[in-house]
């Protein structure tokens, strides 16, 4: 089961692709993962992608694509994947397709409205990443971190002005690979509107796995 997972920020797509690679047995592939696994771990890919990301520029496509194909290449992808952020333009889904055909490509779909409404709603801890939500997932004490007490924050990224910024960049992105994949007859709407579990049980359902 080679699976891609398309859709917005919001969309939930990490979480439903974080379970589902857990009950299934799968690796979540998420190449903003792999990026910070390989710098930590001082890989030679990693050095070039930090040297590249430290001067303020994209990762260019031959070296995401080798990043992937390296990653999918492990052991514990020979029974499947879930590529998550991957691919991100034509060429990408082109190289992807020499060294690891995908089965599946499921489009997570959320109109604008709500997705703001999601991301806006995120407040982060900083110093230790922990992440919640004002609506879906609020702390104890509103605007407090559950275990420190310390004040959370509203990440950058996560005002309503740079939503819709990060919105656009992702249509003008993705709307290619849409069409690509549409076109293979490999592609399924999921409609990310409702609760994470019925929206993981439609997705199951869509796999065969329900």
């Known amino acids: 089961m080679k ?20 009950d299934e047995g799968i ?10 696994e390989n710098i930590r771990n001082q890989t030679e890919l990693g ?14 496509d ?11 290449a492990q052991p514990d992808a020979a029974g499947g994947f879930i590529l998550d952020g991957f691919p991100r333009t034509v060429p990408q889904a082109d190289a992807l397709a020499d060294f690891a055909p995908v089965d599946k490509v499921l489009n997570f779909v959320l109109d604008e409205e709500e997705i703001v409404r999601r991301l806006s709603g995120r407040r ?13 997932a609020p702390p104890k004490v509103e605007g407090k971190d559950d275990e420190t007490g310390e004040d959370l924050i509203i990440r950058d990224d996560d005002q309503p002005e ?22 293979r007859g490999l592609l399924t709407d999921i409609d ?3 609760a994470p579990d019925e929206v993981y049980k439609a997705v199951r359902t869509e796999l065969g796995l329900a």
């Open 47 to 60: 050095k070039k992608v930090k040297a590249i990301l430290d001067s303020g520029d994209l990762v260019p």
């Open 62 to 72: 031959e070296l995401t694509v080798e990043l992937v194909k390296d990653r999918v």
């Open 192 to 194: 990310s509107a409702p």
């Open 3 to 22: 699976l891609i997972f398309l859709g917005p920020p919001g969309a939930g797509k990490g979480t439903i692709a974080t379970r589902l690679a857990e």
């Open 27 to 36: 690796p979540h592939i998420s190449t903003g993962d792999i990026f910070r």
């Open 124 to 136: 982060v801890h900083k110093p230790s990443g922990r992440t919640y939500h004002v609506l879906f």
């Open 162 to 183: 740079a939503i819709k910024n990060r919105l656009a960049v992702y249509e003008k992105q993705t709307a290619p690979l849409i069409e690509y994949y549409n076109s």
